[in-house]
């Protein structure tokens, strides 16, 4: 019989790259507390990285060496485990669609799960819990557009808007003013201007 860390190995190896291993989800092939001590040996030994409290992912390894995964596979699988919304910040949406040259200089997301960080080798994404109305359409470019308006704030969004209004196509903008009714009363009030106006 196989023992229980090279189960886990072969398990991990045949998930997509990126993919988070939790204990819970190994509780197939042992007890939690054994399952849990396997997991920690593998992380010693370098064969699987904590990306975070539960979570490990394996490294993946190349001709130049070992790396950890992309944030954003990491970020879009934890989300399916989770089941969880997971999506970039409004600084990076603002980026994004043009709207502020600055870039972020730290992986940000917003989730609909708790806050939390996740190690991913040296680099850290900072997961934050974040209201319904900025996760509303969110894998949509319109959504990339409410979280950027949220991130710009009511001194800005008015501009932010007319700038959008010409930029996006039309379908998206109407995504934007019809989600308006779940937005804060002042983003409420500028996507109108800016749908009527």
């Known amino acids: 019989m196989q023992r229980l860390t090279e189960q886990i190995l072969v398990h991990a190896e045949g998930l997509p790259e990126g993919a988070p291993i939790s204990a819970k989800g190994l509780l197939h092939l042992g007890n939690r507390a054994a399952v849990d001590q396997a997991l920690s040996r593998l992380v010693e030994r370098g064969r699987l990285m904590r990306a975070g409290r539960g979570v490990y992912l394996r490294p993946i390894s190349s001709r130049f060496g070992t790396r950890s995964p992309s944030v954003e596979q990491a970020v879009e699988a934890l989300a399916s485990q989770r089941g969880e919304v997971i999506v970039p910040s409004g ?50 470019p319109a959504g990339e557009a409410v979280r950027a308006l949220a991130w710009l704030g009511p001194e800005k969004a008015e501009a932010a808007l007319q700038a959008l209004k010409r930029k996006l196509p039309s379908t998206t903008f109407q995504e934007l003013v019809a989600v308006a009714p779940q937005l804060p009363t002042w983003l409420a009030r500028s996507v109108g201007k800016a749908a009527h106006g």
């Open 91 to 140: 600084a990076a949406a603002a980026n994004t669609l043009g709207l502020t040259t600055q870039v972020p200089v730290r992986s940000v997301y917003l989730t609909s799960g708790r806050s939390r960080t996740m190690s991913l080798g040296k680099q850290i994404v900072e997961l934050r819990h974040a209201p319904r109305w900025q996760l509303a359409l969110a894998d949509r």
